[in-house]
């Protein structure tokens, strides 16, 4: 059984910066993609950041550009999110998630999740002003 456990959320002040990590456990082959996604209450689930497993390409939603980076260790398994200069808003509950290495990952539409078919529980980021 495949798990993703998140780590790394906390609180922090405005201007801040915090590093997520996703480890992966549980599955016999590697993950095409991983990313991070988040939401806040009230609001929809946002993608943050998409990487390819293979190639380490990566994308990102425009709220995020210039400060966040995901990255990846194929080694140990693990996907991390590098938050800089927080701001209030990016306060959510983080969730990682990733594809099978058995289905394609869309690169023009990863921030819908789509066949994102494995999902971690989260972990909660506050950013206070």
């Known amino acids: 059984q495949v798990r993703l456990v998140e780590s790394g959320g906390g609180s922090v002040q405005a201007g801040g910066s915090l590093r997520l990590s996703c480890v992966a456990s549980?599955?016999?082959?590697?993950?095409?993609?991983m990313g991070w996604w988040r939401q806040a209450p009230g609001k929809e689930r946002e993608g943050v950041a998409m990487v390819y497993t293979g190639g380490g390409k990566a994308y990102y939603a425009d709220s995020v550009k210039g400060r966040f980076t995901i990255s990846r260790d194929n080694v140990k398994n693990t996907v991390y999110l590098q938050m800089n200069s927080l701001k209030p808003e990016d306060t959510a509950m983080y969730y990682c998630a990733a594809v099978p290495a058995s289905t394609a990952c869309y690169s023009g539409s990863w921030s819908q999740g789509r066949n994102f078919d494995y999902w971690g529980q989260g972990t909660q980021v506050t950013v206070a002003s």
């Open positions: 549980g599955y016999t082959s590697s993950f095409r993609c």
